[in-house]
């Protein structure tokens, strides 16, 4: 299993904020967790208000968790609502029920890390760390073929629409 260094996180984190510049975000902040659900690296924007470490690490554990984005990790919870109280129940790290975070993987689809988001709506949350993710050279969920997503069981959800633009 490869694992993802610091300097990695940090450059997923800091490609998060430069997304977050342009789409003129609030504050964020960003976790990286590696596979295990370590810290790797957290950062938090001037302007963040507090609590942003606790609920990105929640976000990212319960994607971890779950082995899918938090945004369907929160579908699952709407969907299995009892199974959800007791893997929150069961699970020894937070589990915070949002989306903002996604799964980071290499070439092969491994995942090796997570990085959490915080601080805007959800949808920009996740356009920031999809962004983040894919500028330091990584991949997201959402780009694998079909082929790979059966064979890697990669739960991808609907394309994500910043809910600011119109449509």
């Known amino acids: 299993m490869r694992s993802i260094s610091m300097e990695e996180a940090l450059s997923i984190i800091l490609e998060t904020f430069k997304e977050a510049h342009r789409q003129q975000a609030h504050g964020l902040g960003a976790i ?7 810290v790797k690296a957290f950062l938090r924007q001037d302007g963040a208000s507090i609590m942003r470490f606790e609920i ?9 968790a779950m082995n899918r984005s938090s945004r369907m990790v929160l579908q699952k919870a709407k969907d299995k609502p009892l199974f959800m109280d007791t893997l929150r129940d069961l699970a020894p790290g937070p589990i915070f029920l949002e989306a903002g975070a996604q799964l980071i993987r290499d070439d092969a689809g491994e995942i ?5 988001v915080t601080g805007d709506v959800n949808e920009v949350d996740d356009i920031c760390a999809l962004a983040g993710i894919r500028a330091a050279g990584f991949k997201t969920d959402e780009d694998f073929s079909p082929e790979d997503v059966r064979r890697l069981n990669i739960k991808v959800g609907p394309p994500i629409v910043d809910p600011r633009k119109p449509v």
């Open 32 to 38: 990286v967790l590696d596979a295990g659900g370590h």
């Open 112 to 116: 090796i890390a997570c990085i959490g």
């Open 56 to 64: 990105s690490r929640g976000k990212a554990w319960a994607a971890l």
